[in-house]
């Protein structure tokens, strides 16, 4: 035995958030030979497909698919609403709503960015001020992400658009569920959010190159009054296509879609209020785990307050650097590979767990048991009685 | 017995123009757990994938890859170097050209259209009179699409740069070569081509959902005087990351990546020089066949000149509206799928026949038999020994 | 390039006489995780699968299922009927009978085996003879393959039946079916078969692994006077269990189950009847096709009549040992693998094409397509229209 | 919400003992089309299989590979050194002993079975008596299952060799090691063991369907003894094959052999004495949790003494009928499938850890999670601290 032994050796699990956990019966359902694209079931399934996306999204209106990544549906939406020379208003939670932001920069709007660090959740009345201050209605769209991938911090959409209501303020409401969707409770139709956007490799359970432009009148409204939507990004006939290839501006995404079926069709059959109720109690879990373990001293939820916290992932903090060696130990010892901690100012003392999508019971306890072997590992004083904390939630 | 006997059950073959037929290697890469995106094998066996898709499209230049269709490339390399109000030459032997130029509109820019109708290659006269009437240098571009899908038309690339160069027009060259990447010869930095576009889901075997734009110095020149491009589709991080993520704008199209590392393999095990070979042999045997079944006064190929024809794709006609027909017949009884026309007058009469990627002399001799037994079933008048010409073009 | 052009490079076709094509659906349904054995969906399946597979081979009686290929079947069988000491007839038309036949010396039968060669099917004059001649019954059983693989010779077994019948002999009627199974008509109880054996990696179209010996009740109560069966080989659990784990005499082949479910599928949603229908009509194109080559005078087909040929598997036999090349040519230039002769004396000159279980018309037309591309490259003297006469005959 | 909420959709983990988890690679490499059987890959792969799995049970001596499951492979290697009427001693120490000898009535031979119940090893005094009462040497082999999967016993074979030594008695010591190959410790020339059996689908992660009986010199000359071998059984055209179709007896098991293929290569590029170590390390984590929950009055290990017990399967008992209900809780609620009892008194109150094969250290803590969940939701009483011991055990 020259080389160290390994305990990794057996299933690989990568409970980083995003991409998330793909279902067996999504990855088969992309194992398959090229269909027809213009004739016969590919075809044929889409208005069920758009169907079943919408009642994820919880909206009776539009969607529009792409072939993109979630930083393509951030510039498609943005391209839809918003001109150059206009202004949007930017509350920033973490590190995503900067890079949005950037993007508003990039096709030319003007950003009005309201930072709130990298742990803490929107402060309404600094919002309020803000718009208040804007007497004469530069700012076109408010970027609200829904959950901060990197902060783990989840913002309450429901009272962002009571205070626009409370203004009068006329502001389209953008949302960015990319790590939310299909794992925190979201009602665009209810939330009174105009504009939503979402990708399909955290919650949605398929391989990472889809995402989703959801947008309801009052939004469609808006870009009607644009002086010019580049054709790619035109949301308009994606929406309500007269061919099939108008979905999609072009070809279609043919193995995505037939991945994206097998996950809705899950989704479905669990049924979305099953999800979301799943996804809060396997969070409860390992919040109670990581609360305990906090009594050691050594490591901190980045976000304090249970409601503001995402269902689908969990920043973590470790004194000493030490959350780059846990990643490692669990990563070359257990099998299980964690998020790397993302734009927070402790490199290497952050980590993430993803509880996202395709996670259960089980899963969760194999993430907890390998954290708190690599504490033990690494002598990283903890709380005790983490696990067994962890199993009395998903008992209950 | 009461349904109608079929010989259909058994592998389908889809013979269309793209999607193309996938290898099982690209198919198997492609079913794989979520990998790590922050470390690991993904990060590092990019640029190896990246230099690989240069060696397709025969340059040293830069390339960009897009989550996108070949519609997506269109839009991304017209954004990076074409400015609203700017101009471009758009000289049109088939449907794509249109719809390029259309994209071309929808970001701001001027077009003009040559139109050559659907059968004919460039007249590089008019071009030449196009050019020449440019007198300011107010064309910025011309799109030179090499191998039109819809038409079967291929273009005389080096042609059009020995005009320009004679001409001392400093517009780019820009090449769409979606259709014949991997499939006709095509040389980019010795054909002294701009910029190129092109998709993964033809010549390059892997399912729709990537795209690629390669560009030289002069083209980035221009992109650096661009007042503004827009960040998804700025190609200059993409080119040239510092981190992983910026070759993607965001997260990677993971399972794409491998199905693609998988194709490149195989082009590469092969060499691109037999590659171009090989389809030349079928595309020749393809074309002895169809030629023959002309003789029967009922079916004729859309391009008269072998030279100016596709190695990738083949549009014929049939009259009488039996193009329709004969495609039915060889899907319902054949199990072969042949492209229905695409921006023909005659469409019912119009299909055509995909010969692109992952294709060999049993597969072109099963398209070609299906034609023949469907010709057979429909009693459509061809000149005979059209098989047996086939079959002596790949003996020999 | 350095290397030789191939025209190979594409989607490969393996048109040997099994292991045949394997439906996608089939590779789908065993790209999955271990099941449960002891509870679930799996232990749930059983009933109808064996129906269903009763169904193919047209009884209602009994079927016993072994992980073994066809060789393990040919023992089990014999071990449930045959004891040491007993007499089998062998009436034999090719290599497989003698192989079932040493089988049965292996279990200490003896064997009175009658060769009718290579190329011809059973003389029923010469069986009627020696079956007249055992005046005290001492044959227990006669041991009828119904298609021989390796000289494609399609044996008449109602006829055999009739014999039996007329001659009041009581001798199981054993039929072999493993290359005829959902190719050629075989209707067990129509046709007072007493035993029948079969395999899953032909007309079944499952990967080789699992056999099926089908069993009534004649046959059944001899097996109940054996004096021991091995508890492997002992059909009686099998075919009744009362447990999961006695369906296979312990670890149930699982991922071959999920494979065979879904061949099933694919046989009944067709019909079994035109599953045959199938089969005929593209033997009979592989047939009109090699008659016209055959005018040539380098090729024929091993089985002169027609009504004695396999609807599964062609021998063909070429002059100057011109066989083996041809398969090389094809495998090597065109992408398609043919079938070594087998047990046949001028072994370069025979190949065999396999046209079993998943195949149209399309993949006939790229058979017959290659081999008239080999002989032409090869220089054979051949009849010229083969190819359009195959195609004729499937356009009918 | 009308059904109840359920924490079982995610990734499902079968552990139970046998079928194993399937490593991706596996599944992947026998999702491929069918290979040809006369030619190229798939034979020349055999020589260095064949070695491979030589390495796996450490000899230099023989292999015969079988398709069928473990139980046919007793069948197999008693049918090559077992004439009926010969005697085997049998000592049992769980159910599949009982099993392996009901196979050894079904060939003819006398059985001499010592019991030892289903929780203690074997005791070598009353083997020592057995063999020494057998003055005429009418033993032919003793019977030696290293771990039976249902009681999790294992037993100590290097002791059983030294006690036919001492006893100079010749009977072949034959194992079945298809619970134990790839997890516990066995060297099959060093401990003496003259035939060896086992399967593909615990250890050695292949979905069932293969066995594998090794036997060495003494073996070979007892089986060139025999008055006669059937020839399906027979191992010496299998261990030497002239030709490919022998190793199998007629069609290989082509899927299988891929599969089969890459879980070789896992095993050596890990090193087998890591796979052992690995074993042992998971082993003691599982051990040192249900130690302490034994300590609430309720669990009990079945084997009492750490050095008899299974590094690939552990027996445990739940008082009051509880095993059932917390194996429906795991199952229903969790995502995690445990293994029933299997030949127990206490059927409902026993359940079975399977951790064999592509196991891990995070796996097992999903594991021991999913069990410490379902007791604190039936309430059961048990120690605290159990996952956090099994944790620190894994650190180590």
């Not at 409970?15 to 194992?31: F, K, N, R, T, W």
């Not at 090229?34 to 213009?38: A, G």
């Not at 990004?233 to 296509?241: E, F, G, K, L």
């Given at each position: 035995?020259?080389?160290?032994l ?8 990568l ?17 398959r030979p ?5 004739d016969?079931e590919?075809i ?29 549906t ?26 949005w932001?950037?993007?508003?920069i ?38 609200a992400?829904h959950?901060?991938?990197s902060s ?38 209810d ?35 644009m002086?010019r939507?580049?054709q790619y ?9 007269d ?12 193995h ?6 097998a ?15 799943r ?5 409860t879990?390992?919040w ?23 269902r ?12 780059t ?15 790397i901690?993302?734009?927070?100012e ?36 903890r709380?005790?009685?983490a ?10």
């Open positions: 035995m020259t080389k160290q390994s305990l990794a050796q057996g299933r690989e699990y409970a980083i958030p995003g991409p998330s956990v793909m279902p067996d019966a999504v990855l088969q359902a992309m194992h090229s269909p027809n694209i213009y016969g590919l044929e399934m889409m208005p069920a497909l758009v169907q079943d996306l919408r009642r994820v999204a919880r909206t009776e209106h539009n969607v529009a698919i792409y072939i993109s990544n979630g930083h393509g951030w510039e498609a939406a943005l391209s839809n609403v918003i001109a150059p020379g206009e202004t949007i208003l930017a509350p920033a939670s973490g590190r995503f709503t900067h890079g932001a950037e993007m508003a990039g096709i030319g709007a003007k950003v009005e960015l309201i930072d709130f660090g990298t742990s803490s959740p929107w402060d309404f009345d600094r919002i309020a001020d803000a718009l208040r201050a804007d007497a004469d209605r530069q700012i076109k769209a408010v970027l992400v959950v901060d991938t783990s911090i989840r913002n309450d959409i429901p009272t962002l658009r009571a205070l626009l209501d409370d203004l009068n303020h006329p502001a389209l409401l953008m949302a960015d569920c990319i790590a939310s969707l299909g794992c925190d409770r979201f009602e665009m139709d939330w009174g959010v105009d504009v939503m956007v979402s990708a399909c490799q955290k919650g949605l359970m398929t391989p990472a190159g889809m995402g989703f432009v959801f947008f309801n009148n009052k939004a469609h409204a808006k870009r009607s009054r002086p939507v580049s990004w035109d949301w308009t006939p994606r929406a309500n296509p061919l099939f290839y108008q979905y999609f501006n072009g070809t279609a995404p043919t995505h879609l037939y991945g994206l079926r996950a809705l069709d899950l989704i479905h059959a669990e049924g979305i209020e099953h999800v979301w109720a996804h809060e109690r396997l969070a879990a390992i109670s785990a990581c609360e305990i373990w906090a009594e050691g001293g050594a490591l901190h939820l980045n976000v304090t307050d249970r409601k503001h916290r995402s689908a992932v969990t920043a973590l903090h470790l004194s000493d650097g030490q959350g060696p846990l990643r490692q130990f669990t990563e070359t010892q257990m099998g299980l590979t964690l998020g901690g993302l734009g927070m402790d490199w290497d003392g952050c980590f993430r767990l993803g509880h996202m999508g395709h996670v259960n019971g089980q899963m969760v306890l194999a993430t907890l048991g390998s954290v708190e072997t690599a504490m033990a590992a690494l002598n990283i004083p709380g005790a009685g696990l067994e904390a962890a199993a009395r939630v998903l008992a209950s």
